[in-house]
T-cell receptor, first 112, second 119 residues
Framework: EAQVTQNPRYLITVTGKKLTVTCSQNMNHEYMSWYRQDPGLGLRQIYY???????DKGDVPEGYKVSRKEKRNFPLILESPSPNQTSLYFCASSPRRGTEAFFGQGTRLTVV | AQKVTQAQTEISVVEKEDVTLDCVYETRDTTYYLFWYKQPPSGELVFLIR??????QNEISGRYSWNFQKSTSSFNFTITASQVVDSAVYFC????????????????FGRGTQLTVWP
């Protein structure tokens, strides 16, 4: 089954404790990205990747890192999480320009 | 400025009523793509439709229909004979391929419209 898999689905952590949210897709898509969703703000892009070893900032990259060492994986790293990073995070992948983006199930992160 | 505006934050209707969700977008590109996604209470994002800027034909899929009007930069979504299962947050989104690295990775989302359908 074609899918984008995020882990974990839920996470509560403390300020400053490094964490990684994994994202994996099995569709051989070139393009992957991360979004965060906050109430009243919709979804905003954090980082995207056009291919292996090619990443770039989206609209709200501060406090996040990403890497794309393999085509299928695109982890999101929070080196020192803060409470303002409490949010619902989505990973997405797509095969080419203008086509449908496939989204993961979402990761609900709470930083206390 | 918001590239995608969904002016309706919340809409409530009673089952079987028709409801239209508005979406207004802003772009300088001549080629662009518009999308609608549904987010049910379970939280996942469900793709509903993609429309490219060269195709202004309205589309109907069962109870769902979309009205794309370039003249007013709008891409409105109508649910006919709404049902309780239609209750969700609906997002409109824009992709601009000319945007560096846009592809589909750079979707600009509106803030969403919470639709509640009462039995």
């Amino acid at each position: 089954e074609a899918q984008v898999t995020q882990n974990p689905r839920y996470l509560i952590t403390v300020t400053g404790k490094k964490l990684t949210v994994t994202c994996s897709q099995n569709m051989n898509h070139e393009y992957m990205s991360w979004y965060r969703q906050d109430p009243g703000l919709g979804l905003r892009q954090i980082y995207y990747s056009m291919n292996v070893e090619v990443t770039d900032k989206g609209d709200v990259p501060e406090g996040y890192k990403v890497s794309r060492k393999e085509k299928r994986n695109f982890p999101l790293i929070l080196e020192s999480p803060s409470p303002n990073q409490t949010s619902l995070y989505f990973c997405a992948s797509s095969p080419r320009r203008g086509t449908e983006a496939f989204f993961g199930q979402g990761t609900r992160l709470t930083v206390v | 400025a918001q590239k995608v505006t969904q002016a309706q934050t919340e809409i409530s209707v009673v089952e079987k009523e028709d409801v239209t969700l508005d979406c207004v977008y802003e772009t300088r590109d001549t080629t662009y793509y518009l999308f609608w996604y549904k987010q049910p209470p379970s939280g996942e994002l469900v793709f509903l439709i993609r429309r490219n800027s060269f195709d202004e034909q309205n589309e109907i899929s069962g109870r769902y229909s979309w009205n794309f009007q370039k003249s007013t930069s709008s891409f409105n979504f109508t649910i006919t004979a709404s049902q309780v299962v239609d209750s969700a947050v609906y997002f409109c989104a824009l992709s601009e391929p000319s945007d560096r690295g846009s592809t589909l990775g750079r979707l600009y989302f509106g803030r969403g419209t919470q639709l509640t359908v009462w039995p």
